[in-house]
């Protein structure tokens, strides 16, 4: 079964730009989460979808929005880039929200 | 809130060293615990988990045990390789709404 799928893997960007990354969970999963890892904040909790709902968001700016469609994948976008949003971002898929979740390997986003 | 606390590193090794990496958290109620271990440039995996206390998880000669009375996950390996060289995140998942809390890594080298 193939892993978590995540597009694309890297990206520079602008200040001042948007992004928008892509996921595709496991087969099967409908639980999609999303994080941000940077060298000074660690791990963080951005926002969770199931069943194209978000039933969950972390302490994150309201430039920061997802969606999930109803074949499970999901989007996440970041508008008004900051240089501080240099970052992996990490997608993580589960069966549903309570079950262990998956991730894939991250985008990698650099914003100049 | 939920919070997770591992022992600084880095951590060197020699190979065929004793690897144990402490994890400690703050929880409400009884969360799940997990092991993730992150290899350069890539996502991360999963090691291992437990979901109620005193459960052992184990995975490719790594250990932890769920200890609820001293609300500690710590991660151990009797023998490490040079492969195990990683960085390794210990996390919580509330069971309210299983978002992952992660602590803030702890990177091993492994020496031959």
């Known amino acids: 079964k193939a892993g978590v799928t995540q597009t694309p893997r890297y990206l520079i960007k602008t200040r001042g730009q948007q992004v928008t990354l892509s996921c595709s969970p496991i087969?099967?999963?409908?639980?999609v989460s999303w994080y941000q890892q940077t060298p000074g904040q660690g791990l963080q909790f951005l926002f969770e979808?199931?069943?194209?709902?978000?039933?969950n968001k972390g302490n994150f700016p309201g430039r920061f929005s997802g969606r999930q469609f109803s074949n499970s994948r999901s989007e996440m976008n970041v508008s008004t880039l900051e240089l501080g949003d240099s970052a992996l971002y990490l997608c993580?898929?589960?069966?549903?929200?309570?079950?262990?979740?998956?991730f894939g390997p991250g985008t990698r986003l650099l914003v100049l | 809130g939920n919070s997770v606390t591992q022992m600084e590193g880095p951590v060197t090794l020699s190979e065929e060293a004793f690897l144990t990496i402490n994890c400690t958290y703050t929880?409400?109620?009884?969360?799940?615990l997990f092991w993730y271990v992150q290899y350069p440039g890539e996502g991360l995996q999963l090691l291992l988990k437990?979901?109620?206390?005193?459960d052992k998880g184990s995975n490719k000669g790594f250990e932890a045990t769920y200890r609820k009375e001293t609300t500690s996950f710590h991660l151990e390996k009797g023998s490490v390789q040079v492969s195990d060289s990683a960085v390794y995140f210990c996390?919580?998942?509330?069971?309210?709404?299983?978002?992952?809390?992660f602590g803030a890594g702890t990177t091993v080298t492994v020496r031959a």
């Open positions: 993580a898929s589960s069966l549903v929200p309570q079950e262990t979740q998956y």
């Open positions: 087969s099967g999963h409908r639980s």
């Open positions: 996390a919580l998942s509330d069971r309210s709404d299983y978002k992952l809390s």
């Open positions: 929880a409400t109620g009884y969360p799940s």
């Open positions: 437990a979901t109620k206390a005193d």
């Open positions: 979808y199931f069943s194209e709902t978000q039933r």
